[in-house]
Nanobody, 116 residues
């Protein structure tokens, strides 16, 4: 499984960005994807969960982003999006897309910078 993420950039505090991630690979590997999500890693910090969505549509959010971020996905196409509103400087990080089968796959990361 390969993951291609896009949509990062520079935005002022209070602004919005939308991240997208598309999975690709063999039909059998794509079929096995049962969860996709976004993680982020700020400088000097550990990678942390931002939001994730199961193949059934159930979502989980980190407390820090609840009410501001929304994850959505197309299970047939194996794509997910992360709509990020009311961004704060502490949201600045490299955002990574993740997909789970019996293995864990990571995208290349996209930088989100929120200026104050």
């Amino acid at each position: 499984v390969q993951l291609q993420a896009s949509g990062g950039g520079l935005v002022q505090a209070g602004g919005s960005l939308r991240l997208s991630c598309a999975a690709s690979g063999s039909m059998s590997s794509m079929f096995r994807i049962n969860l996709m999500g976004w993680y982020r890693q700020a400088p000097g910090k550990q990678r942390e969960l931002v939001a994730r969505i199961t193949s059934g549509g159930s979502t989980t959010y980190a407390d820090a982003v609840k009410g501001r971020f929304t994850i959505s996905g197309d299970n047939r196409k194996k794509t997910i999006n992360l709509q990020m509103n009311n961004l704060k400087p502490e949201d600045t990080a490299v955002y990574y897309c993740q997909a789970l089968t019996l293995s864990t796959y990571w995208g290349q990361g996209t930088l989100v910078t929120v200026s104050s």
